[in-house]
């Protein structure tokens, strides 16, 4: 009996698994996207793009997070321009390679994340070239601001602890 609820637990869960499927998302356009590209995919180029993102998101989050409409945020995106160019001067001061910041609709390639695949296509976005521009990139969407949302949400979390159902039933029964 033990075994054929564990291999019942088995199917079901294989099918669960198997039977999931990914959900296609278009970011719409009242949204405006932030993408910073690294140079290349080195370890060290990869690293420089994370300062910056981080640099730069925490500009954008204190700058944003008032905001109520699109229209507003393009207005103090626009604004800040020379205030980003700032930033990424003193960010960038000892690296290696220059960098180029714009503002407009840029191609964005198809990504899966949580499940999720967001088509590519041209979306609005502010855009940090770093070097060549050949690496990985970082993105996220700033208006709704929703990787405001998921910067705030990481630095609350502590620990995160993962619990599988399958192995708690067995151990209850088992």
């Known amino acids: 009996m033990k075994k054929f609820v564990l291999i019942c637990l088995c199917v079901l869960s294989l099918y669960m698994f198997l039977g999931k499927k990914e959900e296609s998302v ?3 356009d009242t949204a405006i996207r932030f993408r910073v590209l690294a140079n290349s995919n080195s370890p060290r180029d990869q690293k420089i793009k994370e300062e910056v993102r981080d640099k730069m998101q925490k ?3 204190d700058m944003l997070k008032n905001s109520k409409n699109i229209n507003q945020a393009r207005s103090l995106i626009q604004s800040n321009m020379d205030s980003f ?3 990424l001067d003193s960010e960038m001061k000892d690296k290696p390679y220059s960098y180029k910041i714009d503002y ?5 390639p198809e990504k899966k994340y949580k ?4 088509e590519a296509g041209a979306y609005e ?3 940090v070239t770093l070097g060549e521009g050949k690496g990985d990139n970082w993105w996220c969407v700033l208006f709704p ?3 405001i949302l998921e910067a705030e949400e990481t630095e609350k979390q502590s620990e995160v602890e993962y619990k599988s159902f399958i ?3 067995i151990e209850k029964y088992f």
Do not use: A
């Open 26 to 28: 278009k970011i719409p």
């Open 59 to 61: 500009e954008l989050y």
């Open 85 to 87: 160019n700032d930033i």
């Open 104 to 108: 407009g609709m840029h191609e964005f």
């Open 115 to 118: 499940g999720i695949t967001y």
């Open 125 to 127: 976005s502010l855009l």
């Open 145 to 147: 601001p929703l990787c």
């Open 167 to 169: 192995k708690e039933i």
